[in-house]
């Protein structure tokens, strides 16, 4: 599973600047309820880098989330607010009833 974040370019931006671009973030797994929640990882987007970045959740945990959870912690220097342009989310899809299971059934 994986998730990839977009943030335009200092070039392509309309201000000229990067400065609101996400910094570090977390990612975690919440129940169908959006109660229960499982840290998947905490990352941090480098703004040197290409504009369209993936970062790849814990592959040791085996179970289905109805939902996921993007938390932003920093960005790169801009008060107030953080932008982001798009975020996509990437795994294996589940059938419906398997959302209630502890561990999801991976072919080896």
């Not at 504009?51 to 109805?66: K, W």
């Not at 294996?92 to 561990?103: F, I, P």
Request: charged share 20%; glycine share 8%; with cysteine.
């Amino acid at each position: 599973m994986a998730v990839t974040i977009l943030h335009p370019s200092k070039i392509s931006s309309q201000l000229g600047a990067a400065s609101s671009a996400p910094r570090d973030f977390t990612v975690s797994g919440l129940d169908e309820k959006g109660k229960g929640r499982t840290l998947l990882g905490t990352f941090t987007y480098v703004m040197q880098k290409e504009p369209t970045q993936t970062f790849l959740l814990e592959n040791g945990i085996r179970r289905a989330f109805q939902f996921l959870k993007l938390v932003i912690q920093s960005n790169w220097g801009k008060p107030g607010y953080t932008c982001i342009y798009r975020v996509q989310v990437y795994g294996k899809a589940v059938e419906t009833n398997a959302l209630t299971k502890t561990h999801v059934d991976t072919p080896r």
